[in-house]
């Protein structure tokens, strides 16, 4: 079919199956044309209005039933409705993911308008997967992996193709979502031809299967994913604290903690990691040593030396979905201050005494300001998300990265090598972070001083920056006849 004739063959369908007749379709110039043509599937495709319902509507009736159905389910207002267009409207409808998913269900006819009303977002989800596994060859394991937004897309080629008759069930079942892809892919270029349908997203491929050639308005795009850099920050949520410590003994003349018979191999605490009134991490890592009973001026026996380790990991899945963000940097901050508490002493002669030590300090006790911090930021060598270290410490990399200040490190190469493989070239590198005191090894802490510089951390986050490309449409040129 010609362009004409195709815009003829929807004039006649809508004034066979609508109240406006033909003088009124023919009216239309064609992108408010196949705006009331999408929202009569819509409609129908739906449940929302049956056939006979439809015969007795005007586009306007069924615009009006549109905007309603938005409302309820965007809360967005009336007024801000009616300025959008048809086509701008049932994007709303398909917005966030999860509505996606939603619409993907209704317009494949899997569920209707009750069911969906019934089921919250995850059964909704859950639904889809069943559904895609049991109509095409990937399994479930493959579905459930995907994000929201992959997974509503995935489901929305499948519906196209099906409901186009461009596949039959028999047909779909034999192909997976990148067969189903490469498909409608070939198909759109034909009718198109557009020259950058690689670069979209299956949902977007969808929409270009509506007919769609115009930019998507940005009016309702969160920030984050407008054109141009960003910068998201994420803060710790998983965080795992190993110390490691190393004891010393005189042997008893007089008895514990008194003269030079000081025994240093129990009777000591380390801090442990916390949550603050907000929920954030708090840890108390770093390194240190106590000689005598820790404070100035005390005797010369060697008690116990520590360091501590701090395995963090960041949740950044938020960005890694974000599909045409353009990695520029990543930097792990943190706030950086003496530990309220690092190592306790405690006495047991003559009573009980807990004495907690000041944990930034020279050699002689005194406290001092560590403007320099105390740390270095390494990494796992293990998978401690997955596969819990318990006692057994985990040992580290060393890996080039960047002090930006004294809280501050820049880690952009380590994730291009790791949560963005196709920007690296290096080895796999175990997930997460580890903070550890500079000095990392109690073997080089031999307690014949008092130095400490063990810090409490605090906002522990993880910042990527990124940029999105503006938005940019071709076309090839028309085939010349």
């Given amino acids: 079919m010609s362009a004409e004739d195709q815009r003829n063959t929807l004039i006649v369908e809508l004034s066979s199956r609508t109240k406006s007749d033909v003088h009124f379709y023919q009216g239309l110039n064609d992108d ?70 939603g619409g993907v269900l209704l317009v494949g006819q899997f569920r209707n308008f009750a069911d969906l009303d019934r089921m919250s977002t ?11 596994t049991n109509r095409t060859a990937n399994d479930v394991r493959f579905y459930q992996g995907l994000n929201d937004a992959d997974l509503a897309g995935t489901g929305a080629i499948l519906v196209y193709l099906r409901m186009a008759q461009i596949r039959s ?35 977007q491929l969808a929409l270009v299967a509506l007919g769609t ?31 490691s410590t190393r004891s010393f003994s005189d042997v008893p003349v007089i008895g514990t903690f008194i003269g030079r018979g000081t025994d240093c191999t129990h009777g000591f605490q380390l801090a442990q990691t916390a949550t603050d009134a907000s929920g954030k991490i708090v840890a108390v890592v770093g390194w240190g040593q106590v000689e005598g009973d820790g404070h100035p001026n005390s005797n010369s026996d060697q008690c116990v030396s520590w360091t ?11 960005f890694l979905n974000i599909q045409t963000a353009q990695f520029i940097r ?5 706030q950086e201050t003496e530990a309220p508490q690092c190592m306790t002493l405690v006495y047991t002669q003559g009573g009980f005494l807990a004495d907690t030590l000041p944990c930034w300090t020279d050699g002689s006790g005194n406290r001092q300001g560590k403007p320099n911090g105390c740390l270095s930021l390494t990494f796992p060598t293990i998978d401690w998300l997955n ?40 080895p796999p590198i ?29 906002n522990i986050t993880l910042a990527v920056t990124y940029s999105l490309p503006p938005q940019q449409e071709t076309f090839d040129p028309p085939v010349i006849k």
């Fill in 122 to 132: 995850e059964d909704q989800r859950n639904t889809l997967i069943v559904e895609l």
């Fill in 308 to 318: 501590g380790r701090l395995l963090v990991n960041f949740d950044i899945s938020r």
């Fill in 32 to 101: 408010d044309l196949g705006g009331v043509g999408t929202t009569f599937v819509y409609l129908r495709q739906t449940g929302a209005r049956s056939d006979a319902g439809l015969k007795s509507m005007t586009a306007d009736d069924m615009r009006n039933t549109l905007i309603v159905i938005a409302n309820q389910q965007s809360h967005l207002s009336g007024p801000s409705l009616q300025g959008k267009r048809n086509a701008e409207i049932l994007q709303v409808l398909m917005r966030p993911e999860r509505s996606y998913i």
């Fill in 330 to 334: 990543g930097v792990l901050s943190y």
């Fill in 169 to 203: 069930d028999v047909d779909l079942k034999r192909m997976s979502a990148d067969d189903m892809r490469n498909t409608a892919i070939v198909v759109l270029h034909e009718q198109t031809r557009r020259s950058d349908l690689q670069a979209l997203t299956n949902m």
């Fill in 387 to 426: 596969h819990p270290p318990g006692n057994n410490l985990v040992g580290w990399h060393d890996l080039p990265v960047q002090k930006i200040n004294p809280s501050s490190w820049d880690v952009t190469d380590v994730m291009k090598g790791r949560e963005i493989p196709h920007f690296g070239d290096g």
């Fill in 430 to 458: 175990a997930p997460g972070f580890m903070l550890i005191g500079e000095i990392r090894s109690t073997g080089n802490l031999t307690a014949d001083d008092n130095t400490r510089c063990t810090s409490e951390l605090n």
């Fill in 213 to 243: 050639r115009q930019l998507p308005s940005l009016a309702n795009v969160p920030d984050f994913l407008q054109p141009g850099e960003h910068t998201l920050s994420f803060p710790a949520n998983h965080v795992t604290l190993q110390w």
